[in-house]
C-alpha cells in the first residue's frame, strides 16, 4: 500500500514535516484565525477556504506574509459562502442523527440516523478538497466538480488523511486542549496541500507539459 501511495514514502514524509516545523508560526497563526472566523457560521466557509489556500502556498515552501490569510479571505469571500451553509446543514444533520441514536427501541429511527451519518461522510470526502480548489473568479459549479472528483479518485487517500488528523487531534487534546485548538486547522490544511503538491508534480513529471484531466489536477490559486 505505502509502495502505490508515494505522498508515504519516507522521504517525502521527511520533507513535508521538515517544511511543517520550519512554517509551524503560520500553521499556529492561520489555525486561530480560522477558529475566531469559524464562530460566525456565515463566515466560516470563507475562512476555511482562506487557510486551505493559504496553506498550499506554505506546503509549496514558498514565501507568504501573514496578511496572505486576509487577502484570501476577501478573494474567496463568494465561493466560501456556500460552503458555509454546507458545514451549517451538516452539522444540523449529525446532530439530528445524534439525537435519533438516543431513542431506544425504536429500529427504524436508527437506520435513518446510521444511513444519515454514511451520507454525511460521503458528503464530507466530497466537499473535502473544495477549499483547496477554490480560485478567484472561478464558477462555483467549476469548483464543486474538482472537488468531487477528486474526492473520489483518492478516496482511500484522503481517508487516510482524516485518519492521521484524528490520531494527531487525540495526541494533542491529551496534553493540551488549546494545542489541538491552534494546531488542527492549519494541520489538516497543510497536509491535505502536501498530498496535493504531490499528486501536481508527479503528474506534471508524467505528462512532461501535456495537459492532464480534471479528476486528477488541483491547480494552484494566485
Same mark, same amino acid.
Given at each position: 500500500?505505502f509502495?502505490?501511495?508515494?505522498w508515504?514514502?519516507w522521504?517525502y514524509v521527511?520533507?513535508s514535516?521538515?517544511?511543517y516545523?520550519?512554517?509551524?508560526?503560520y500553521?499556529?497563526l492561520y489555525?486561530?484565525?480560522?477558529?475566531v +472566523?469559524?464562530l460566525?457560521v456565515?463566515?466560516?466557509?470563507?475562512? %476555511?477556504?482562506?487557510?486551505?489556500?493559504?496553506?498550499?502556498?506554505?506546503a &509549496?515552501d514558498?514565501s =507568504?506574509?501573514?496578511?496572505e490569510?486576509?487577502?484570501? /479571505? @476577501?478573494?474567496?469571500?463568494?465561493?466560501?459562502?456556500? +460552503?458555509?451553509?454546507?458545514?451549517a446543514?451538516? *452539522?444540523?444533520g449529525v446532530?439530528?442523527?445524534l439525537?435519533?441514536?438516543?431513542?431506544?427501541g #425504536? @429500529? =427504524?429511527?436508527?437506520? %435513518?440516523?446510521? @444511513?444519515?451519518?454514511f /451520507?454525511?461522510?460521503?458528503f464530507?470526502?466530497?466537499? !473535502?478538497?473544495?477549499?483547496f480548489?477554490?480560485?478567484s473568479?472561478?464558477?462555483?459549479?467549476?469548483?464543486?466538480?474538482?472537488?468531487?472528483?477528486?474526492g =473520489?479518485y483518492?478516496?482511500v487517500?484522503? %481517508?487516510?488523511?482524516i485518519?492521521m488528523?484524528?490520531?494527531?487531534?487525540?495526541i494533542?487534546?491529551?496534553?493540551?486542549?488549546?494545542?489541538a485548538? *491552534?494546531l488542527i486547522?492549519?494541520?489538516?490544511a497543510?497536509?491535505?496541500?502536501? !498530498? %496535493?503538491h504531490?499528486?501536481?508534480?508527479?503528474?506534471e513529471? #508524467?505528462?512532461n507539459?501535456r495537459?492532464?484531466?480534471?479528476?486528477? &489536477?488541483?491547480r &494552484?490559486?494566485?
Amino acid at each position: 500500500m505505502f509502495q502505490a501511495r508515494g505522498w508515504l514514502h519516507w522521504s517525502y514524509v521527511k520533507a513535508s514535516l521538515s517544511c511543517y516545523y520550519w512554517n509551524l508560526h503560520y500553521v499556529i497563526l492561520y489555525s486561530l484565525l480560522t477558529v475566531v +472566523l469559524l464562530l460566525p457560521v456565515v463566515t466560516a466557509g470563507p475562512a %476555511i477556504c482562506a487557510l486551505c489556500v493559504s496553506m498550499r502556498k506554505v506546503a &509549496d515552501d514558498r514565501s =507568504v506574509k501573514p496578511s496572505e490569510y486576509f487577502r484570501q /479571505l @476577501t478573494a474567496l469571500w463568494k465561493l466560501g459562502l456556500p +460552503l458555509s451553509g454546507a458545514m451549517a446543514a451538516g *452539522a444540523g444533520g449529525v446532530g439530528c442523527s445524534l439525537f435519533l441514536l438516543t431513542l431506544e427501541g #425504536e @429500529t =427504524v429511527y436508527r437506520t %435513518i440516523a446510521w @444511513t444519515a451519518l454514511f /451520507l454525511i461522510g460521503m458528503f464530507v470526502l466530497f466537499l !473535502f478538497y473544495y477549499p483547496f480548489a477554490v480560485r478567484s473568479g472561478q464558477s462555483f459549479y467549476t469548483t464543486l466538480v474538482q472537488s468531487a472528483q477528486y474526492g =473520489v479518485y483518492y478516496a482511500v487517500d484522503t %481517508i487516510l488523511i482524516i485518519c492521521m488528523i484524528v490520531i494527531y487531534y487525540k495526541i494533542l487534546a491529551y496534553f493540551s486542549g488549546f494545542a489541538a485548538l *491552534a494546531l488542527i486547522p492549519g494541520t489538516v490544511a497543510f497536509m491535505g496541500a502536501r !498530498f %496535493i503538491h504531490y499528486h501536481n508534480k508527479r503528474i506534471e513529471d #508524467e505528462q512532461n507539459g501535456r495537459n492532464v484531466s480534471i479528476k486528477s &489536477d488541483l491547480r &494552484d490559486n494566485q
